[in-house]
């Protein structure tokens, strides 16, 4: 997978600052920036971008802190949140033999990934994500589910799985309304690097 962003992407994180982020509640992010990453710090808060997106393609990067002592879902906890509202877990779940649904790659209680595609804690793991977003009627009533397929590190983890629903901790509001991208303060020092995404159109080809 590229690790270049293409001329049609939205470049997320610019590398030198979080102007194009805030808090969840629109205030100023909290997280560090340095050398080109950005870093939680802990428990100032989830930050996410202030563009909004409804079908996109999406790579970011991103590596989890050593805590040899910690284990499950306190060793290099974050997540990757898709318009908000669909969490890809963030985790230390290197040499795990069967990923469960709550480990690195999951869409967190719904979905495990296929396989354990993860590195080591302080190497830099990539995810590309092709996000589809629900597909509302004219009463906002959902008639199609959210999918999603993701590749970790260039392997496939999630096929193009069928959501039943938001995951927890998400931003509410609409389903059928654009989101941001967000990213989990869960207390560990995790870093995020080379963060785009490529808006994508909502219809075939053959709509052109
Ligand atoms: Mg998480």
Known sequence: MTHTPPESAVVLF?????????S???????WAVEDGV??????????MTTERFTD???HLEFMTPDMPEATGQAKGNSGVFLQGRYEIQVLDSYGIAVPGMGDCGAIYNQFAPLVNACKPPLEWQSYDVIF????LNDDSEIVENTRV???QNGLVILNNVILSGTTGANIGGGVGDPGPLLLQDHGNLVKFRNIWAVPLPLEGSDKY
């Open 14 to 22: 610019n590398g030198s600052d979080l102007s194009n982020w805030t």
């Open 24 to 30: 969840r509640d629109g205030g100023a992010p909290g």
């Open 38 to 47: 950005m870093a939680v710090v802990p428990r100032t808060g989830d930050v």
């Open 56 to 58: 996109h393609f999406l």
């Open 132 to 135: 589809r977003a629900p597909r």
């Open 149 to 151: 397929t993701v590749l």
